[in-house]
T-cell receptor, first 113, second 115 residues
Framework: GESVGLHLPTLSVQEGDNSIINCAYSNSASDYFIWYKQESGKGPQFIIDIRSNMDKRQGQRVTVLLNKTVKHLSLQIAATQPGDSAVYFCAENNGSNDYKLSFGAGTTVTVRA | GAVVSQHPSWVICKSGTSVKIECRSLDFQATTMFWYRQFPKQSLMLMATSNEGSKATYEQGVEKDKFLINHASLTLSTLTVTSAHPEDSSFYIC???????????FGAGTRLSVL
């Protein structure tokens, strides 16, 4: 079936380095994507979103890239900090009007001091 | 802005009892609220979509008589786990969105443990 998934389940990064988290999706009708950060025992926290009519969007220390040709989404975190350690989920809306999101499996990011 | 409050954060109950979880949007009117279930080290699984004043829409495989959802106002939705059993133990998370915006803002989650 169609799904949103991640290339790697875990990522270990040195503090201060840049992190890149990848996500693959298979639904070509998806027109909206979100990245969430979830810390242990907490609910997901919105990081950044992007619509399918864009290929790049920047926030504070984060950049989301969307490649619709290969159905690939990535989240780049600049100068990764210990507080960035968490599970990161990509989510997509399939273009329907019900506003439902489908979540990927999640990538666990661990920042090494 | 866009704060969603979920209560309680943690509940332990005996098998066969019912548990109610509240989800409130504190600073916006939530046109739609969603309820998710998350098992350890897994992703979020959508259980149901709740629109204010109408019946909830449940995802395939989710028992509507088991998981009662009420969305009585634009700022409050409740999930009641009826006749809870140990297999219902999980992390339940709600989210809310407002009109015209796709972003879902999440509550902090409720850890349910059924003995």
């Amino acid at each position: 079936g169609e799904s949103v998934g991640l290339h790697l389940p875990t990522l270990s990064v040195q503090e201060g380095d840049n992190s890149i988290i990848n996500c693959a999706y298979s639904n070509s009708a998806s027109d909206y994507f979100i990245w969430y950060k979830q810390e242990s025992g907490k609910g997901p926290q919105f990081i950044i979103d992007i619509r399918s009519n864009m290929d790049k969007r920047q926030g504070q220390r984060v950049t989301v890239l969307l490649n619709k040709t290969v159905k690939h989404l990535s989240l780049q975190i600049a100068a990764t900090q210990p507080g960035d350690s968490a599970v990161y989920f990509c989510a997509e809306n399939n273009g329907s009007n019900d506003y439902k999101l489908s979540f990927g499996a999640g990538t666990t990011v661990t920042v090494r001091a | 802005g866009a704060v969603v409050s979920q209560h309680p954060s943690w509940v332990i109950c005996k098998s066969g009892t019912s548990v109610k979880i509240e989800c409130r949007s504190l600073d916006f009117q939530a046109t739609t609220m969603f309820w998710y279930r998350q098992f350890p080290k897994q992703s979020l699984m959508l259980m149901a979509t709740s629109n204010e004043g109408s019946k909830a829409t449940y995802e395939q495989g989710v028992e509507k008589d088991k998981f009662l959802i009420n969305h009585a106002s634009l700022t409050l939705s409740t999930l009641t786990v009826t006749s809870a059993h140990p297999e219902d133990s999980s992390f339940y998370i709600c989210s809310a969105r407002t009109g015209g915006v796709n972003i879902q803002y999440f509550g902090a989650g409720t850890r349910l443990s059924v003995l």
